[in-house]
């Protein structure tokens, strides 16, 4: 017999994925077999699945938190943005279209049997599927062929549980309004409620509790005090990138208006000798920073022009100049080359753009996306790396000659001669503490080893603490579901 229950917000950036991952992961402490699921997820931030497809990043850390490995039937839908109207449209882990938004609206409702087909899967493997919506059941705008809050929860017969962000204000009208605008056979799914992201003395709002379970007839199961180390978690979301003050090594990144993939980011920022500034359009790259990382992107040409708008291409080569090292990873990779071919239009109109001149290299774009898991060595040291890469685009040229990665016999990966300048596909390389603490070192300081994969199991199993002490985790459990 398996259960599910949905964790629905009241809001965008409620705090839904973490607090998924947190009762996933106090759930399976508790002795049930725990998967989670997202029926339509918006992310550029993908992880590789084994079954050899894309999934939401949310959904990957859920996964470890209940001890699984990610699989794309945990979130059958992924839209990935790729300008302010369209998105791809990514199902079971495979691309299957590019379409703007308005299309979309007419066609989601043809994919609810490729959502319940994934759900149909997980149920036979677990005891308790803890489901997480999307944006918010408010929007009854969107109501009509809804896969991904109240539509999904019909369809499926899963109870939800709504959450408010009080750190944002208004939190009483949020969840009251939602109760307000719903309609009847939709507010009947709703069972419980919580407040998330609260600063100070919860006790302050125990009528506030009070006058929403009265007007709703929900149950409330808690005020969720701030959780100081989510941080620590990988982000999914692109509102959640932030700099990070730490030590002495300063790494630029340059914010892309289509970053994706950012999680290289997370064991950096968590690294106590390391700062990681986030660069937002309109200000220029730091002249004192060790390292510029250019991140992937959705969209590598437009993002390109973008970087150029900023006129984060002349501050580039200022800092080559003063000896700094760059690092490009996947669409990073890309712009540090000579030129970017993409004859067959996968990115928008057939063109040819020039590159940032930086690695003696060229990329041309192929329609076939590169998705799969990797194991890796770093020929300098010699260290092991887990990773993955998630590319469309083959790059080639005289600096591959200076290759940095061997994987399985491949060498991949380019180099300036100095080899001051690198780029690579490979995702994930700076979870590897013995690679990151050598690379780090090249920058001029010498940090101590720190774990980063078990400092995110601890602050899944501090999550899961944090859960058990300010909400009610049992109400929570017990409004599930046979489905």
Same mark, same amino acid.
């Given at each position: 017999?398996?259960?599910?229950?949905?964790?629905?917000?009241?809001?965008?950036?409620?705090?839904?994925?973490?607090?998924?991952?947190?009762?996933?992961?106090?759930?399976?402490?508790?002795?049930?077999?725990?998967?989670?699921?997202?029926?339509?997820?918006?992310?550029?931030?993908?992880?590789?699945?084994?079954?050899?497809?894309?999934?939401?990043?949310?959904?990957?850390?859920?996964a470890?938190?209940?001890?699984?490995?990610?699989?794309?039937?945990?979130?059958?839908?992924?839209?990935?943005?790729?300008?302010?109207?369209?998105?791809?449209?990514?199902?079971?882990?495979?691309?299957?279209? %590019?379409?703007?938004?308005?299309?979309?609206?007419?066609?989601?409702?043809?994919?609810?049997?490729?959502?319940?087909?994934?759900?149909?899967r997980?149920?036979?493997?677990?005891?308790?599927?803890?489901?997480?919506?999307?944006?918010?059941?408010?929007e009854?705008?969107?109501?009509?062929?809804?896969?991904?809050?109240? +539509?999904?929860?019909?369809?499926?017969?899963?109870p939800?549980?709504?959450?408010?962000?009080?750190?944002?204000?208004?939190?009483?009208?949020?969840?009251?309004?939602?109760?307000?605008?719903?309609?009847?056979?939709?507010?009947?799914?709703?069972?419980?409620?919580?407040?998330?992201?609260?600063?100070?003395?919860?006790?302050?709002?125990?009528?506030?509790?009070?006058?929403?379970a009265?007007?709703?007839?929900?149950?409330?199961?808690?005020?969720?005090?701030?959780?100081?180390?989510?941080?620590?978690?990988?982000?999914?979301?692109?509102?959640?990138i932030?700099?990070?003050?730490?030590?002495?090594?300063?790494?630029?990144?340059p914010?892309?208006?289509?970053?994706?993939?950012?999680?290289?980011?997370?064991?950096?920022?968590?690294?106590?000798?390391?700062?990681?500034?986030i660069?937002?359009?309109?200000?220029?790259?730091?002249?004192?920073?060790?390292?510029?990382?250019?991140?992937?992107?959705?969209?590598?040409?437009?993002?390109?022009?973008?970087?150029?708008?900023?006129?984060?291409?002349i501050?580039?080569?200022?800092?080559?100049?003063?000896?700094?090292?760059?690092?490009?990873?996947?669409?990073?990779?890309?712009?540090?080359?000579?030129?970017?071919?993409?004859?067959?239009?996968?990115?928008?109109?057939?063109?040819?753009?020039?590159?940032?001149?930086?690695?003696?290299?060229v990329t041309?774009?192929?329609?076939?996306?590169?998705?799969?898991?990797?194991?890796? %060595?770093?020929?300098?040291?010699?260290?092991?790396?887990?990773g993955?890469?998630?590319h469309?685009?083959? %790059?080639?040229?005289?600096?591959?000659?200076?290759?940095?990665?061997?994987?399985?016999?491949?060498?991949? +990966?380019?180099?300036?001669?100095?080899?001051?300048?690198?780029?690579?596909?490979?995702?994930?390389?700076?979870?590897?503490?013995?690679?990151?603490?050598?690379?780090?070192?090249?920058?001029?300081?010498?940090?101590?080893?720190?774990?980063?994969?078990?400092?995110?199991?601890?602050?899944?199993?501090?999550?899961?603490?944090?859960l058990?002490?300010?909400?009610?985790?049992?109400?929570?459990?017990?409004?599930?579901?046979?489905?």
């Open positions: 017999m398996t259960k599910a229950i949905m964790i629905q917000g009241a809001g965008s950036n409620v705090g839904k994925s973490i607090l998924v991952a947190g009762l996933a992961r106090a759930a399976t402490r508790r002795g049930l077999s725990v998967a989670p699921f997202k029926p339509q997820n918006m992310s550029n931030n993908a992880a590789v699945t084994r079954d050899g497809g894309e999934i939401g990043r949310a959904q990957a850390l859920q470890r938190a209940c001890g699984l490995q990610p699989h794309t039937d945990m979130n059958p839908v992924l839209l990935k943005p790729e300008s302010e109207v369209g998105a791809q449209v990514v199902v079971h882990g495979k691309r299957l279209t %590019t379409m703007k938004a308005r299309d979309y609206g007419k066609m989601k409702a043809t994919l609810l049997p490729a959502v319940l087909e994934s759900f149909d997980l149920k036979t493997q677990a005891d308790l599927i803890i489901v997480e919506g999307a944006g918010s059941p408010a009854v705008n969107l109501r009509n062929g809804d896969i991904a809050n109240m +539509g999904f929860a019909a369809a499926a017969g899963v939800v549980a709504l959450i408010g962000d009080i750190d944002r204000g208004g939190v009483i009208a949020q969840l009251v309004g939602t109760h307000a605008v719903l309609p009847d056979e939709d507010n009947a799914l709703i069972k419980a409620f919580a407040i998330n992201k609260f600063r100070g003395d919860t006790t302050l709002f125990s009528e506030g509790m009070d006058i929403i009265d007007k709703t007839g929900w149950a409330p199961c808690g005020i969720i005090p701030w959780f100081a180390d989510a941080w620590r978690l990988p982000a999914e979301d692109v509102m959640d932030t700099s990070r003050k730490g030590g002495p090594i300063k790494i630029a990144v914010k892309l208006n289509r970053i994706a993939n950012f999680d290289d980011l997370d064991p950096l920022s968590a690294t106590p000798e390391v700062t990681v500034e660069v937002q359009a309109g200000r220029p790259l730091p002249g004192d920073a060790d390292l510029v990382l250019i991140p992937g992107s959705k969209s590598t040409i437009a993002d390109l022009a973008h970087f150029r708008a900023q006129g984060w291409d501050d580039l080569l200022a800092h080559v100049r003063r000896g700094g090292r760059v690092l490009g990873i996947c669409g990073g990779y890309q712009m540090l080359g000579t030129e970017i071919i993409d004859d067959e239009g996968i990115e928008g109109p057939p063109s040819r753009v020039a590159g940032l001149g930086l690695l003696n290299v041309t774009m192929q329609d076939d996306k590169r998705l799969t898991e990797v194991t890796a %060595t770093h020929l300098a040291t010699g260290s092991l790396l887990q993955y890469e998630i469309i685009g083959v %790059t080639d040229g005289p600096d591959t000659d200076n290759a940095w990665l061997d994987v399985a016999g491949r060498r991949e +990966g380019a180099a300036s001669a100095d080899g001051r300048i690198q780029g690579c596909y490979l995702h994930g390389l700076f979870s590897a503490d013995a690679f990151r603490t050598a690379f780090l070192t090249t920058l001029g300081a010498a940090p101590a080893t720190y774990g980063y994969e078990d400092s995110v199991e601890r602050t899944l199993d501090a999550l899961a603490d944090h058990e002490t300010h909400m009610d985790v049992d109400t929570i459990l017990s409004c599930a579901a046979e489905v």
